[in-house]
């Protein structure tokens, strides 16, 4: 179980949404920003939760303490109170967020960077003539920058994310 932001709630498949944990306040945030979405979401079953005085407070004197007090939304304090109060890890992209999360000890998964289906596509392309070709196996091996040289006109051809 984990606490979700508003990002992954928008971006995660919609089946690794069920049974986590959420602010209620970030109903709202996700029907202003994205209906569509929300309306699925609304469907789900979901630990809507909301942080208790206490348990924000012990957010508020973190975030004083880091410095990323003045910029944290009353949604972020929320599922920040609500993954330390619960020991939960903390599903963001947010940096502010993940700072004060690791002040507190909590685990912070990245939103986009998990789960294996959003790793980069590379391919190559000349720094001369800007042709592009795919990667071959045994380039991908190889541990230079340079990895081969364009057939066309004999420059360099660098790494580049497609
Ligand atoms: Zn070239």
Known sequence: M??????????????????????ILQQTELS???EQRWMLIETLDMEWRTATTDERQVVLDLAAK???LPRL????IDLLALAIANQTSLVTD??????????????VEGVMTDGGKQQWK??????????????SSEASRSKKDDVKVCDRCGSPMKLKRA
């Open 2 to 23: 984990a606490v979700l932001d508003t990002s992954a709630l928008l971006h995660w498949p919609i089946e690794r949404c069920r049974g986590q944990v959420v602010s």
């Open 32 to 34: 202003r920003v994205d």
């Open 66 to 68: 880091t410095g990323d």
């Open 73 to 76: 939304s009353d949604v972020d």
């Open 94 to 107: 947010d940096y502010r967020m993940k700072n004060v999360a690791r002040e507190a000890g909590i685990d």
């Open 122 to 135: 590379w391919i190559l392309r000349c720094i001369g003539c800007r042709q592009t070709e795919e990667v």
